[in-house]
């Protein structure tokens, strides 16, 4: 199809306002899926023909949204990875091609957002219509204004009682400037008027401006890991074509590839012979190290350099967290899963680190705390590696008194008390919609927390928060130093504003109090752990207990507890140099000897099948979620 048969768009809105839902009766009314969400053969599928089968009073059965196609999303409910599909449509006689882009909601995904955008000339523009305008249908709003793409407003969920239309057009005519008859009145649930939707995007939203003749220009707007046939990159094609065998050079790297196989995402993966200017498909051309592929660069063909596409703005982490192997053996294989992860999720950043207490591992920076959790939870089920995350923290400025400027994301690296001149924090400007009645809980809200966590129960669910990051002022930022009998140990200490040290510290130790036992507590004998993790807790430390490593196992040594030595362990924390709380696990009972594993072969065996259980329970200890304290 010619560039003015094609229509690159996304689909934006606040999260659960009904984009992925809206997305599948888009695919259903092409023909791409069928109604019951499996993937259908391309060809001859008369879209008059589907529009009849989907009439609006077609009440249409929830289920998964066809475009949300991780496990977490699934899981979750929400969209964190925006989705491309193609699909056909004739209009007026007319048959195009339309590429549209499912993004996810939440602020702590908009730079999937961002990169998105990029790749399209229009946007859905969705709003619940029983919610009105929220804080991320304002943020992706300006964010598709400053693209300049066309908006085409839609009002979704019509079909519920509590759906006020003449509020939300209201809203939407002086927020946005939207004429209110230019507002398509939909429900994704029943499939009301998405067909109306599709006429809007064909006559509203311009062709991509595309030169076939004109030498290759392909973003590449996203990208993925296939364990057979490496880094799978979505471009679209600014200008020119792009076949098999065709070989193209990346302006990021100078690096040249043959491309094995293209085409369009149907929406999965459909090889086509070509792409071409204004089209929007994947490439596959071997490439086995993802850092060889990098979301914004530009493909073009080998030996005509074109001026390459400005890209994207690298993502600005917010929120850092150390990331261990729960066993150290699994190092090596969670190295080259982060790797993977991360060429799907480019907003994350990685470096490498040592922690005293866990060992080799990474400080990951993520856009927020949510992101942070579903990126760990990919890892997981994506690449079944059980992790260890330390507790979230943001980027501090520590200036030293000899004048050195210290940027801190983890509180072993924060430096002695003496030798502070003083912090500083970042801010964010914060935007919070809520309801009128509200107005007085929001305020002392603000002035009450530091943080922005309780705004949806401080406002009955319906106030919603973005931020953007405005820099850093000076701040009383604190360590809060864990001790296990008096030892620190810094993969449990955190950094916090100098009002709030003191509750986090006592919440901290009333936490490890709960935990500690629940770790070393067994119906039997000898707690199977790993031996990072157990230095984490002050194992090895002044010897108050004692670890016997009891043989080795795929080169980690089992280390098992003596609970016959075990005395009172101390959990204390500090801050500024004085104790602020503490709290003291008693000792464990005495009924199981030390000998009972000395040498004993059957016993040792059955521990060692326990060691896989015992990993498990380290996990949740981890989730018992030490960084919400
Ligand atoms: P995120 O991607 O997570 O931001 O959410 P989303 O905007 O894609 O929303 P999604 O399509 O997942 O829909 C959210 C919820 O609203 C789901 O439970 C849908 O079944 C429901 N929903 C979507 N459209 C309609 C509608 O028109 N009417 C009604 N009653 N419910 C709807």
Redesign the pocket.
Known sequence: LEADKVRNFSII??????????ADRILELTGTISKTGSNKQVGASPPTQMATRLSHNDVIM?RP?VL?KLQVERER???VKAQTATSFYTHEGVEYMLNLI?T???VDFSYEVSCSLAACQGTIL?VDAAQGVQAQTLANFFLAFEKDLTVIPVL?????PGAEVERCKAQMESLFDIAPEDVIL?????GLNIEQILHHVIQRVPPPSADREAPLRALVFDSWYDEYRGVIALVELMDGRMRPGDRLTSAATNLSYEVQELGVMYPEQRPTDGLYAGQVGYVVCNIKDRQEVRVGDTFYQRGKPVQALPGFKPAKAMVFSGLYPVAQIDYEALSAALDRLVLNDPAVSVARDVNAALGPGWRLGFLGILHMEVFSQRLEQEYDIQVLLTSPSVCFRVHTKQGELLEVESPDKFPALADIDFCEEPMVMGTIVHPQEYTGAMLSLCEDHRGVQKIKSASSGYATFDYEEIGYKVSDIVKVQIMLNGDPVDALSIMTHGSRAFSKGKALCQRLKETIPRLVDRPNVGQWIDPHWWAGWGGGGRGTHQLEVLGSHDHNPHIALHDSQLVEIAIQASAKNKIIARETVRPFRKDVTAKCYGGDITRKKKLLSRQKEGKKRMRAINSIQLPKV
Not at 156 to 160: E, R, S
């Open positions: 809105a606040h999260i659960d306002h009904g984009k992925s839902t809206i929830a949204q949300d409910g929400i969209t499912d996810p909601g939440h969705v979704n969920k019509i079909d519920l939909v429900s994704g649930k029943t």
